[in-house]
């Protein structure tokens, strides 16, 4: 853990010794009474945490009263904010449902990386069981975000959405675009057959630097000529990374590098 990351009603309150955040702090940093950690509020401020008390330690932290108790025992501790945290970017990831052992793998890089939303969605030619995963559940999908937020030393967590079609999907993009006030979006989507031109080039003539983007990847077969259609008929501009084929996961990582790269994200 690059940083330990609470709830709100959290701080201030013991953390449980066989809370998997207390063995990391003992085990793993070998953190002891007076030492600090990394903390932060999910979705809120950063800063320092400063352990007061390890329930089973003597009162100065210098060693344990009785060494098995101490490893075993709650940890108190104190929290000085000390920023808002690290910001999101507005890169928001449009990625057709990938086969869950990706999904895993895919949304802890989306987190590390920064995005704003990850919207997952059926595609005409991805396997519709992968939906119905146990790792594709809202809860699971949060926690890996939450890990790779961790990963990142950040406390802000990409927001997740769920859709059952590529259409579900824009609609639901173009509802929140007529309601939010802000500059247009770079839509993009993400395509190795016939695309109009390659993502790079495309950034290089349209700066995304102060504007939202909206990236869009196909499940692991790729969309369809109507799925193309669709996209395109949605404002979408239809972007290469090159004739090698990736996975889904990596096609998503590499093109939301790049976008970011262009963003200044990554400087």
Not at 138 to 166: C, I, R, W
Not at 179 to 203: C, W, Y
Not at 232 to 254: D, K, L, Q
Request: charged residues 20%.
């Amino acid at each position: 853990m690059n940083i330990c990351l609470f709830e709100p009603d959290q701080i201030g309150r013991p953390l449980a010794a066989d809370d998997e955040r207390a063995v990391h702090i003992k085990k793993i940093l070998h953190k002891g009474v007076g030492d600090t950690f990394a903390a932060g509020i999910i979705g809120g401020q950063a800063g320092t945490a400063t352990i007061t008390k390890i329930d089973g330690a003597s009162p100065d932290g210098s060693q344990a009263q009785n060494a098995g108790a101490a490893n075993n025992g709650a940890i108190h501790f104190t929290f000085t904010p000390q920023s808002d945290g690290k910001t999101l970017f507005p890169l928001h990831m449009i990625i057709g449902f990938p086969r869950p052992i990706q999904l895993k793998r895919l949304l802890r890089d989306m987190a590390a990386l920064g995005v704003s939303s990850v919207r997952l969605c059926g595609t005409e030619l991805g396997e519709k069981s992968y939906l119905k995963a146990h790792l594709s559940e809202p809860a699971e999908v949060y926690k890996m975000l939450l890990d790779g937020t961790v990963q990142a030393g950040s406390t802000h967590v990409p927001q997740p959405m769920f859709y059952n079609t590529l259409a579900e999907c824009l609609d639901g993009l173009d509802e929140n675009r007529s309601q939010a006030q802000e500059a247009r979006p770079l839509l993009l989507a993400l395509d190795n057959v016939n695309p109009a031109q390659s993502l790079g080039s495309f950034l290089q003539a349209n700066p995304p630097a102060g504007r939202p983007v909206f990236a869009a990847i196909g499940s692991e077969r790729g969309w369809t000529n109507a799925e193309r259609s669709l996209l395109e008929e949605r404002g979408f501009t239809r972007v290469g990374m090159g004739i090698r084929i990736m996975r889904t996961e990596t096609a998503s990582t590499v093109s939301a590098s790049i976008i970011l790269a262009q963003m200044g994200a990554l400087e």
